[in-house]
Nanobody, 114 residues
Framework: QVQLVESGGGLVQAGGSLSLSCAAS????????MGWYRQAPGKQRELVAI???????IYPDSVKGRFTISRDNAKNTVFLQMNSLKPEDTAVYYC????????WGQGTQVTVSS
């Protein structure tokens, strides 16, 4: 059974940085894409960053230039470096992976105080 486990969330002041990581287990192949989504209270889940094999990362304008995604394909891990954090970045961040199916982690809370 495939599991994605996130770590690294927490509380940070505006302007600060946080790093998230996600490790996959129970998998015998390499995912095509791995990335991050987030969901703030009362809002829809939205893409934060995704990195597909042999493709450039994709970021929405809201995080471009501040967030950086990286992957270790061999280990099926994905990382998200978040800099210059803003209060509007506060959300539950979910690890995402795509192969034949889509997989989700359980989520990790990121809170940015003003």
């Amino acid at each position: 059974q495939v599991q994605l486990v996130e770590s690294g969330g927490g509380l940070v002041q505006a302007g600060g940085s946080l790093s998230l990581s996600c490790a996959a287990s129970g998998i015998t192949f390499s995912f095509n894409g791995m990335g991050w989504y987030r969901q703030a209270p009362g809002k829809q889940r939205e893409l934060v960053a995704i990195k597909r094999r042999d493709a450039r990362p994709i970021y929405p304008d809201s995080v471009k230039g501040r967030f950086t995604i990286s992957r270790d394909n061999a280990k099926n891990t994905v990382f998200l470096q978040m800099n210059s954090l803003k209060p509007e970045d506060t959300a539950v961040y979910y690890c995402y992976a795509e192969g034949s199916y889509a997989y989700w982690g359980q989520g990790t809370q990121v809170t940015v105080s003003s």
